[in-house]
């Protein structure tokens, strides 16, 4: 079974390397889906895979890489269509900021 799960991650997450942390961990997890800077500070991405697997990265996704502070993370169910803005033949991507 597969579980789509999207998140918002807000706190000092943009210039701390955190969209790069979220596609190396969730690669290193075999997840899909993608990571993005927002226009408003945040940090979006959407993951996709076993749901015990998705469950974990979201947890990761509270910790962040050494430098970032995670005030709080948002989620939700996540969409197929929101799967697809994914990268051509890419299984994650980093997308351009929203």
Do not use: Y
């Not at 290193?28 to 408003?40: I, Q, T």
């Not at 959407?46 to 993370?73: K, N, Q, Y």
């Amino acid at each position: 079974m597969t579980v789509i799960r999207h998140v918002i991650v807000r706190g000092r997450v943009q210039g701390v390397g955190f969209r790069a942390f979220v596609e190396r961990e969730a690669l290193r997890r075999r997840l899909d889906g993608w990571v993005r800077n927002r226009r408003d500070g945040s940090v979006e991405a959407l993951f996709a895979g076993p749901p015990a697997v998705v469950a974990e990265m979201i947890e990761v996704c509270r910790r962040g890489p050494f430098a970032a502070r995670v005030d709080a993370l948002d989620q939700r169910e996540g969409s197929a269509d929101e799967l697809k803005l994914r990268l051509p033949g890419r299984s994650f991507s980093e997308l351009p900021t929203a």
